[in-house]
C-alpha cells in the first residue's frame, strides 16, 4: 500500500513543517512570556514595561539581545543550562584504587572507616595523597587496572 504525504515535492515544505514544530512544541511557558513582556515593551515603552512586569532594564536588553541572537525565535528565550562548563573529574592514582581494591577482596566486611586507616598508612608510605573516607566508600567496585 502507498503512503500519500501532504506536500510532498513542494519546495519549502520541509522547512515550514520544522518551523511550525519549533513554534508550537519547542518554547517553553517562561519563553513565552519573555517574548510577551519583550512585545510589551515595543508596544508601549520601558517605563510602563519595568512597571507592569517588574523587571529590570537591564533584563529586558538581556532578553532583547539573546532574542536577536537566536535569529527571533522565541526558543531563543528558554531558559540555558546552569551545569558547569568544567566540573571536576574524579583522578585518584592507580596504585590507590588497587590498594582499596586489594583491602576490599581481602577483609570483604570491612568499612570504609577501617579501610581508610589502612590506606593512610599506604599513601604516606608511597608518598600519595591520600582520598577521603567518602571517596573510600565510592570507589568499592573498582576493577584492578594494570
Not at 577501617?114 to 598508612?121: F, G, W, Y
Amino acid at each position: 500500500m502507498q503512503i500519500h504525504r501532504l506536500w510532498y515535492g513542494v519546495k519549502g515544505s520541509g522547512s515550514l513543517r520544522k518551523y511550525a514544530i519549533r513554534w508550537s512544541r519547542m518554547a517553553t511557558e517562561k519563553a513565552k512570556h519573555k517574548h510577551e513582556v519583550l512585545s510589551f515593551w515595543r508596544k508601549h515603552g520601558l517605563a510602563a514595561t519595568i512597571d507592569a512586569y517588574h523587571v529590570t532594564e537591564r533584563t529586558l536588553y538581556r532578553w532583547k539581545k539573546q532574542f536577536k541572537q537566536g535569529d527571533c525565535h522565541v526558543g531563543a528565550l528558554d531558559e540555558k543550562s546552569k551545569r558547569p562548563k568544567k566540573i571536576r573529574k574524579r583522578d585518584w592514582s592507580i596504585k590507590i584504587k588497587n590498594e582499596i581494591r586489594k583491602q576490599r577482596d581481602e577483609h570483604a566486611n570491612l568499612g570504609k572507616e577501617k579501610v581508610h586507616k589502612h590506606l593512610t598508612s599506604f599513601c604516606q608510605a608511597n608518598k600519595l595523597k591520600c582520598p577521603s573516607i567518602e571517596v573510600v566508600g565510592f570507589v568499592k567496585t573498582v576493577k584492578s587496572e594494570i
